[in-house]
């Protein structure tokens, strides 16, 4: 998980870097997160099929799976896509996997489908919101075009099951995070493949308790893997030492901000941190029960706010200035929601 915002370590310096004497289109490295990703050279094809409308050459591209996605022995490209069976048959993600491996990609032979965390780790927020940029979303890809050239703008499979017929996918388009057909058969939309090699978040051992700020043992749960601290309860519990007392709240979103510009030293969390957190199993979404424990109330039933703004506008003659940030979902879902839905909080500090 990579816990700054677009791959930045810092202001004007970017989290991405070379291996030694491989181009990007074999591999690059996160400095951040210390993650290695795989690159992509260029097919030469369009990634979507064109409609036959028009003169030869022209018309809308669609979202479709066709004849230019199936990969070819021994190819990488970036147009390729993969069904996930996860039995290694020919066109499986599992087998790329396998073959990437036995290539020896940049000298490594631990590749691997990545999580939900790590891949949505990738996705430029800011590319997102960019209202400078010319090109419309079928054109490009959310990601740090300069590291990672040649990124083709569509679905990408995770490693994570989201039931039995589909998979827990990242557009590379708009930033979501959703379910995705793994056989491609109902709804054949390509789904694309971005491996990547490194530690992935430890099963045990991850949290650790902390006094809070009132000093009470275990308000604030620590999480070894982002460096990142969160408040133990769900806004405005509070955490008494054996459980969470009092009653959960829902927020807009200028009233999530609100609340937690006037909690000192905490702060609404960015979608990626609340990301994170999420431990998605077939059709739902857990917070780790026993570091986060249940506290009597409802269970989360909408989502959580984050604090990153996924669109905005100004003010016009005919309407006012309006935002849309980005949540997590109760199943695990990440989508862009207008401010006036109301939304469970957690805080974080670094």
């Not at 979103?253 to 957190?277: C, D, F, M």
Request: with cysteine; aromatic share 8%; hydrophobic share 35%.
């Amino acid at each position: 998980m990579i816990p700054k915002q677009d791959g930045m370590l810092r202001a004007g310096r970017t989290g991405y870097e070379a291996v030694a004497g491989q181009p990007l289109t074999s591999c690059v490295r996160d400095r951040v997160s210390g993650l290695v990703w795989e690159g992509k050279p260029d097919s030469g094809k369009l990634a979507w099929m064109r409609t036959q409308a028009g003169p030869q050459g022209t018309g809308m591209l669609i979202n479709t799976y066709g004849p230019h996605n199936q990969p070819a022995p021994g190819s990488r490209a970036n147009t390729d896509a993969y069904s996930y069976y996860g039995d290694g048959r020919p066109g499986d993600a599992m087998a790329y996997v396998a073959q990437v491996n036995a290539m020896r990609l940049c000298g490594f032979t631990d590749w691997r489908l990545p999580t939900v965390a790590e891949l949505h780790g990738l996705i430029d927020l800011g590319e997102l919101v960019d209202a400078r940029s010319a090109k419309s979303p079928a054109e490009r890809a959310a990601v740090d075009a300069r590291w990672f050239p040649n990124t083709v703008p569509g679905n990408y499979l995770s490693s994570e099951p989201h039931d039995e017929t589909r998979m827990w996918c990242v557009s590379f388009t708009v930033g979501f995070v959703y379910s995705c057909n793994r056989r491609m058969d109902r709804k054949p939309q390509p789904l694309f493949v971005r491996l990547v090699r490194g530690p992935e978040a430890p099963e045990t051992g991850r949290w650790r308790e902390a006094p809070d700020e009132r000093g009470v043992p275990g308000g604030v749960v620590e999480d070894r893997h982002t460096g990142l601290a969160w408040r133990r309860c769900e806004e405005p519990q509070v955490w008494n030492g054996l459980r969470c007392t009092g009653t959960t709240q829902r927020y807009d979103y200028v009233q999530a901000l609100q609340h937690a510009s006037a909690q000192p030293g905490w702060r609404l969390p960015t979608i990626k941190e609340a990301n994170s957190l999420a431990e998605r199993w077939l059709k739902k979404l857990d917070i780790p029960a026993t570091d986060f424990p249940a506290s009597g109330t409802p269970p989360l039933r909408e989502g959580y706010w984050s604090s990153t703004v996924c669109s905005a506008g100004p003010a016009t003659r005919d309407a006012g200035a309006w935002v849309r940030a980005w949540m997590l979902g109760a199943g695990g879902d990440i989508s862009c929601e207008a401010r006036l839905m109301r939304l469970e909080v957690r805080l974080v500090r670094e």
